[in-house]
């Protein structure tokens, strides 16, 4: 008997692949987040085949952004899809976009948070993303223009909390290749051609870069976000290390003067100490102490962490730094101090 055509069988080999470690486990539900794109329905589909066979439920979540006409309607299309290909459990959810740092941003802070939602309400141990190699290298490409460090050039990770991404190794054109085979019929949005979206217009320009430079911009791209996740991960693991050595409480000889108002009890950072370390080490360690504090970590920008770095470095007595989230931090004692 012949087997499925060979873009159908890469989505699905990669689908299982993305659950081995789940395999055989009773009663885990995994979920597609399914926009009704080709790519999004590709890895549906192929969930809803792979699941039952390595013994997992397969269900699948669609968020309505409200952001076109007719965007209700598409999502009930998808959800009445999935229910025919027997997913259960299946959802539509519709959400609010606001209007935080754009409106790509925006819609993805909703979409993001519907997900989380659902996955907890319904006990998903794992929500796939249809996200391939092309989007990766697209986001890359992203990350550079805007002056992004490691972690940005790092991009999507493949696996991430409850998240997962099958596809992130494999060309769009795979995907878009198994869309046709299984006789799908996509939605494709416009926003992905709109070139008001920066996404859109780096997906426009990555022809010609192709052109330009060679075939294989797109996988050397996308080897350079695994790349740098690597190394990354390692100054992330190290920055924790650091951020819980740094931050032991005072020593009582170097207490601040008792008139002023800056809160030490075990929130500040040994300033002296956390100086000697490397650029790359302090800036993380700057970053995750700033959101332990209550920063909102979409606008705690690099900015911010140089100025606290300052604090550090380029020390001679300068006042706060102001913080998002209305945090003032401030040298005192040879500590880095909230002011209350």
Not at 7 to 19: D, F, H, Q, T
Request: proline residues 6%; contains cysteine.
């Amino acid at each position: 008997m012949a087997g499925p055509p060979p873009a159908v069988a890469e989505v699905r080999v990669a689908v299982r692949r993305a659950l081995a470690d789940l395999r055989g486990v009773p009663n885990t539900l995994v979920l597609a987040a399914c926009s009704g794109g080709s790519d999004s329905l590709v890895l549906a589909a192929a969930l809803g085949f792979v699941a039952p066979r390595i013994g997992l439920r397969a269900g699948l979540v669609t968020v309505d952004h409200g952001l076109q006409q007719g965007s209700a309607a598409r999502a009930a299309t998808v959800a009445d899809w999935a229910k025919a290909q027997g997913m259960e459990p299946v959802e539509m959810v519709t959400v609010t976009v606001g209007v935080a740092g754009g409106p790509e941003a925006a819609a993805r802070t909703a979409r993001y948070q519907a997900l989380d939602d659902a996955a907890e309400r319904l006990d998903a141990v794992a929500v796939l993303l249809g996200h391939t190699r092309d989007d990766q290298a697209e986001t890359v490409l992203l990350a550079l223009a805007r002056g992004s460090g490691l972690r940005g050039i790092a991009g999507m990770p493949q696996r991430r909390g409850v998240y997962r991404r099958p596809f992130l190794d494999l060309p769009r054109e795979v995907v878009r290749a198994a869309c046709a085979a299984l006789d799908l019929t996509p939605w494709e949005d416009p926003h992905n051609v709109d070139p008001a979206y920066a996404r859109a217009r780096v997906r426009a320009l990555l022809p010609t870069i192709e052109r330009a430079l060679g075939p294989g911009v797109v996988a050397n791209l996308a080897r350079t976000a695994r790349l740098a996740a690597a190394d990354a991960a390692v100054l992330d693991g190290l920055g924790r290390r650091v951020l819980a050595r740094v931050s032991d409480p005072a020593d009582p000889a170097d207490s601040a003067d008792p008139a002023d108002l800056s809160d030490t009890s075990g929130s500040g950072l040994d300033a002296t100490r956390l100086a000697r370390y490397p650029t790359a080490v302090r800036t993380r360690v700057l970053h995750r102490w700033a959101l332990s504090l209550g920063c909102p970590g979409s606008a705690l920008s690099a900015r911010h962490v140089d100025a606290l770095d300052a604090l550090l470095t380029s020390w001679s007595g300068q006042g706060a730094v102001y913080l998002p989230g209305d945090i003032r931090v401030r040298r005192t004692g040879g500590r880095l101090v909230t002011v209350t």
